[in-house]
């Protein structure tokens, strides 16, 4: 069983900061590609960073030079530092990682979400 549980969201004002992090728990043998994805008010889910293993970032170009994703590979965490806020960026973020997982015999490969946590950016 694999988990993922976000934390760092909130009631924020305008111009103002937030960080974003997200714990991978469970019986896992390898984390591959992590990202974070969010989702507003009668919108659509949609990309907001990605970070694959051994490859380039790709920020959604509505938060590139505002917000950084970054991982910590020993405690199977990311994070997404989130600057200058605006309130369009007010929307549940979820957390996603591909992970192998099982026995190193007997595995499987599939993406896993979290939760999400709230982000509002209100004055």
């Known amino acids: 069983q694999v988990q993922l549980v976000e934390s760092g969201g909130g009631l924020v004002q305008p111009g103002g900061s937030l960080r974003l992090s997200c714990v991978v728990s469970g019986s896992i043998l390898r984390i591959n590609d992590m990202g974070w994805y969010r989702q507003a008010p009668g919108k659509q889910r949609e990309l907001v960073a990605t970070m694959p293993t051994g490859g380039r970032t790709k920020y959604a170009d509505s938060v590139k030079g505002r917000f950084t994703i970054s991982r910590d590979i ?24 591909n992970v192998r997982s099982g026995m190193p015999w007997n595995y499987k490969e599939r993406d896993y979400w979290g939760q999400g946590t709230q982000v509002t950016v209100s004055s």
């Open 74 to 97: 020993a405690k199977n965490t990311v994070y997404l530092q989130a600057n200058s806020l605006e309130p369009e960026d007010t929307a549940i973020y979820y957390c996603t990682a």
